[in-house]
């Protein structure tokens, strides 16, 4: 875990997170949380992890996400040498 992001503000957001039940509570609350733009970046950072997992290659995620390949590169930087934290995820949605 990384220590500059461990606060208590960060814990109480993540509590937060934790108590919502359904996807609506959550668009609810990340529709409050986030400007559309962050919103649409978090998806397409999942989306991007997601295609990762399945072996695509940098064009085609590009050319179905968007993103950029420094957004590609950052996401598989997370699934090589991150905290486990899209794989965890990952296995419990059944991915």
Do not use: P
Request: include cysteine.
């Amino acid at each position: 875990m990384n220590k500059k992001i461990k606060t208590e503000a960060v814990d109480a957001l993540f509590d937060a997170v934790l108590s919502l039940q359904t996807r609506e509570e959550c668009y609810n609350f990340f529709e409050d949380l986030c400007t559309v733009n962050e919103l649409l970046s978090l998806s397409q950072r999942f989306e991007v992890a997601s295609m990762l997992k399945d072996h695509k290659t940098y064009l085609e995620i590009a050319e179905k996400t968007g993103a950029s390949t420094a957004t590609i590169s950052r996401v598989n930087r997370s699934l090589n040498y991150g905290n486990d934290g899209y794989e965890l995820v990952f296995e419990r949605i059944g991915r």
